[in-house]
């Protein structure tokens, strides 16, 4: 019988080897990231790893002081990647934001740069969404104009195609793809709330897929023209715990 519940997050993130590439889903927002996949993983305590998002994670003080500004009540629960930025466990990061928008609050994957302790590369959001689609559908490289002329094109393929440049960009298969869905059933069929982002995309674009739902309902009622995204491109589901979490130390 396939079953792919898990029945902790600790369990899911039991294999996770440190200098692992691992997709983080999300869109700059802790309502749709994988916030205890996260906190798991750094109870994990794996380092030097690749990650992969949209965005550096705002870390916890951060999206404190943000809530704040706009007169909202923080999340217990909102880590995201700038958890694994705050605890040194990035070695390298591939992103379109590496820094927020304000001088007076630094995300902590700025300070790491600072500091000289990770690399990053820097694409724009689109080519990151593509080479992480293409990982998902076994294609291995595209070419796309964007980035020609820049830093982004250095070391990397230039072909013309109808007189116009482009440079040549790699799939990017990770090891594990941590992302944030709303339902699941046992076989891992995934319905999003919201937009789904880079959570639908990165399901299916690494070895393993984990998905971290609201809740996981009976085989059969996700309807076949509900499900977003079908269980073959997931390995594991686990559920949120249904009373939000305070400290990223407590398992869950």
């Known amino acids: 019988m396939i079953n792919k519940v898990v029945g ?15 997709h983080f889903g999300g869109f700059a927002n802790p309502h749709n990231t994988p916030n205890y996949l996260i906190a798991a993983l750094a109870r994990r305590g794996a380092d030097q790893l690749t990650g992969v998002s949209t965005y550096a994670g705002h870390g916890e003080e951060v999206q404190r002081e943000l809530f704040e500004r706009r007169n909202l009540e923080p999340l217990p629960d909102g880590w995201d990647l700038g ?41 724009g959001q689109g080519s990151i969404a593509e080479r992480i689609r293409c990982a998902r559908a076994g294609i291995p490289a595209f070419y796309t104009p964007v980035g020609v002329g820049t830093f982004v094109a250095e070391g990397k393929e230039v072909r013309e ?6 440079i040549l960009e790699t799939a990017l298969k990770a090891d594990f793809a941590l992302i944030r869905a709303h339902r699941a059933d046992r076989f891992g069929n995934l319905v999003f709330r919201g937009p789904r982002t880079f959570n639908q995309t990165m399901a299916g674009a690494a070895a393993v897929t984990v998905a971290e739902v609201d809740e996981v309902v009976p085989l059969g009622e996700l309807g076949p023209d509900e499900i977003h995204t079908p269980g073959v491109y997931v390995q594991r589901v686990v559920v949120r715990p249904s009373t939000p979490l305070d400290d990223w130390r407590t398992p869950a």
Not at 104 to 116: I, K, M, Q, S, T
């Open 8 to 22: 902790s997050f600790d369990e899911a993130m039991a294999d996770v080897q440190s200098g692992a590439m691992i």
């Open 161 to 166: 195609f109808d007189g116009v440049a482009h």
């Open 83 to 123: 958890l694994m930025a705050e605890l040194g466990r990035l070695g390298k990061l591939i992103t379109s934001f590496p820094n927020g928008n304000s001088r007076e609050l630094l995300y902590p994957f700025e300070h790491v740069l600072r500091r000289g302790e990770a690399e990053v590369e820097v694409l």
